[in-house]
Protein backbone atom coordinates (compact mmCIF):
# COMPACT_ATOMS: atom_id res chain seq x y z
CA UNK A 1 0.00 0.00 0.00
CA UNK A 2 1.41 3.34 -0.85
CA UNK A 3 1.73 5.98 1.60
CA UNK A 4 -1.50 8.34 1.25
CA UNK A 5 -1.15 12.29 2.35
CA UNK A 6 -4.94 14.33 2.11
CA UNK A 7 -6.70 16.78 3.38
CA UNK A 8 -10.50 17.35 4.38
CA UNK A 9 -10.18 20.91 3.06
CA UNK A 10 -8.97 20.63 -0.66
CA UNK A 11 -8.09 17.86 -3.16
CA UNK A 12 -4.70 16.79 -4.40
CA UNK A 13 -3.56 19.74 -6.81
CA UNK A 14 -7.15 21.75 -5.73
CA UNK A 15 -7.71 25.58 -4.91
CA UNK A 16 -6.49 25.81 -1.00
CA UNK A 17 -9.48 27.82 0.50
CA UNK A 18 -8.84 31.28 1.48
CA UNK A 19 -8.63 30.75 5.01
CA UNK A 20 -5.74 28.97 4.53
CA UNK A 21 -3.95 31.98 2.80
CA UNK A 22 -1.88 34.29 4.92
CA UNK A 23 -4.15 37.11 4.18
CA UNK A 24 -7.48 35.09 4.68
CA UNK A 25 -6.55 33.83 8.44
CA UNK A 26 -3.35 32.23 8.29
CA UNK A 27 -4.84 28.76 9.68
CA UNK A 28 -3.19 25.55 9.21
CA UNK A 29 -5.42 23.07 7.01
CA UNK A 30 -6.21 19.45 8.56
CA UNK A 31 -4.06 17.12 7.23
CA UNK A 32 -4.55 13.29 7.73
CA UNK A 33 -2.47 10.42 6.60
CA UNK A 34 -2.58 6.26 6.20
CA UNK A 35 0.30 3.75 5.17
CA UNK A 36 2.98 4.97 6.36
CA UNK A 37 5.75 2.15 6.34
CA UNK A 38 6.30 1.22 10.13
CA UNK A 39 7.88 0.86 12.36
CA UNK A 40 8.26 4.88 12.60
CA UNK A 41 9.14 6.48 15.61
CA UNK A 42 8.89 10.17 14.56
CA UNK A 43 7.04 11.84 11.82
CA UNK A 44 8.43 15.43 10.07
CA UNK A 45 5.87 17.79 7.93
CA UNK A 46 7.02 20.19 5.54
CA UNK A 47 5.01 22.77 3.41
CA UNK A 48 6.68 24.76 0.61
CA UNK A 49 6.15 26.55 -2.85
CA UNK A 50 8.63 25.45 -5.38
CA UNK A 51 7.02 28.21 -7.94
CA UNK A 52 8.45 30.89 -5.44
CA UNK A 53 10.49 33.79 -7.53
CA UNK A 54 13.70 33.29 -5.23
CA UNK A 55 13.36 29.56 -5.66
CA UNK A 56 11.79 27.36 -2.55
CA UNK A 57 10.22 28.78 -0.15
CA UNK A 58 9.24 27.19 2.93
CA UNK A 59 5.89 27.71 4.89
CA UNK A 60 6.07 25.32 7.65
CA UNK A 61 8.38 23.07 9.68
CA UNK A 62 7.09 20.87 11.56
CA UNK A 63 9.02 17.31 13.45
CA UNK A 64 8.96 15.17 16.16
CA UNK A 65 5.06 14.43 15.35
CA UNK A 66 4.99 11.00 17.42
CA UNK A 67 4.15 8.11 14.80
CA UNK A 68 0.53 7.33 16.64
CA UNK A 69 -1.02 10.39 15.61
CA UNK A 70 -2.76 10.26 11.98
CA UNK A 71 -4.00 13.72 11.62
CA UNK A 72 -3.37 17.01 11.99
CA UNK A 73 -6.36 19.20 12.91
CA UNK A 74 -6.68 22.49 11.10
CA UNK A 75 -5.37 25.59 13.33
CA UNK A 76 -1.98 24.13 15.07
CA UNK A 77 -0.97 26.71 16.75
CA UNK A 78 2.21 28.97 15.82
CA UNK A 79 4.22 27.92 18.87
CA UNK A 80 7.51 26.65 18.74
CA UNK A 81 6.74 23.72 21.21
CA UNK A 82 2.96 21.86 20.78
CA UNK A 83 1.79 18.59 22.81
CA UNK A 84 3.33 15.29 22.66
CA UNK A 85 6.82 17.04 22.21
CA UNK A 86 5.94 17.87 18.85
CA UNK A 87 7.86 21.05 17.74
CA UNK A 88 8.12 23.72 14.82
CA UNK A 89 10.70 25.42 13.46
CA UNK A 90 10.85 28.48 11.15
CA UNK A 91 8.94 29.51 7.97
CA UNK A 92 10.24 31.38 5.19
CA UNK A 93 8.44 34.32 6.75
CA UNK A 94 10.67 33.79 9.71
CA UNK A 95 8.11 32.98 11.87
CA UNK A 96 7.52 29.92 14.29
CA UNK A 97 4.88 27.74 12.86
CA UNK A 98 2.60 27.77 9.98
CA UNK A 99 2.76 30.41 7.31
CA UNK A 100 -0.32 30.08 4.79
CA UNK A 101 0.39 30.74 1.00
CA UNK A 102 0.50 34.76 -0.14
CA UNK A 103 2.00 34.48 -4.02
CA UNK A 104 3.07 37.35 -5.49
CA UNK A 105 1.77 36.78 -8.69
CA UNK A 106 0.14 33.80 -10.42
CA UNK A 107 -0.91 30.14 -9.39
CA UNK A 108 1.75 28.97 -7.05
CA UNK A 109 1.75 25.13 -6.03
CA UNK A 110 2.09 23.83 -2.31
CA UNK A 111 3.44 20.92 -1.50
CA UNK A 112 3.22 19.05 1.68
CA UNK A 113 6.04 16.48 2.18
CA UNK A 114 5.12 14.27 5.69
CA UNK A 115 8.69 11.97 6.46
CA UNK A 116 8.26 8.75 8.72
CA UNK A 117 11.79 8.80 10.52
CA UNK A 118 13.21 6.00 12.46
CA UNK A 119 14.30 8.02 15.20
CA UNK A 120 13.26 11.45 17.41
CA UNK A 121 15.04 14.41 16.16
CA UNK A 122 17.76 15.87 18.66
CA UNK A 123 16.73 19.30 17.47
CA UNK A 124 15.33 22.70 19.75
CA UNK A 125 12.37 24.12 18.10
CA UNK A 126 12.89 26.96 15.95
CA UNK A 127 15.23 24.84 13.36
CA UNK A 128 15.29 25.92 9.71
CA UNK A 129 14.46 23.73 6.91
CA UNK A 130 17.82 22.98 6.20
CA UNK A 131 18.76 21.67 10.10
CA UNK A 132 15.72 19.80 9.72
CA UNK A 133 16.85 18.21 6.12
CA UNK A 134 20.23 17.49 7.25
CA UNK A 135 18.82 15.83 10.52
CA UNK A 136 16.73 13.94 8.73
CA UNK A 137 19.16 12.36 6.45
CA UNK A 138 19.76 8.65 6.45
CA UNK A 139 16.61 8.76 8.70
CA UNK A 140 13.51 8.62 6.25
CA UNK A 141 11.89 5.57 5.93
CA UNK A 142 9.02 6.63 3.75
CA UNK A 143 7.31 9.74 3.16
CA UNK A 144 4.13 10.64 1.42
CA UNK A 145 3.48 14.30 -0.87
CA UNK A 146 -0.12 16.80 -1.03
CA UNK A 147 -0.21 19.57 -3.17
CA UNK A 148 -2.64 22.25 -3.45
CA UNK A 149 -2.66 25.82 -5.47
CA UNK A 150 -3.23 29.07 -4.64
CA UNK A 151 -3.36 32.20 -6.88
CA UNK A 152 -2.08 35.73 -5.64
CA UNK A 153 -5.48 37.99 -4.59
CA UNK A 154 -4.72 41.57 -5.11
CA UNK A 155 -5.38 43.67 -2.14
CA UNK A 156 -6.80 46.71 -3.86
CA UNK A 157 -10.99 47.38 -4.04
CA UNK A 158 -12.24 46.61 -7.54
Known amino acids: MSPKLTSGAFNYAGRIPEKYSRNGGNVSPPLEWDGLRCPATKL ?74 DTELDLPAGVNRADLDRAMKGHILDQAEFMGVYEHRSTRAA
Open 44 to 117: ALIMDDPDAPSGVFVHWVLYNIPDSITHLEEGIPNRPNLADGMRQGLNGFGEVGYGGPQPPSGTHRYFFHLYAL
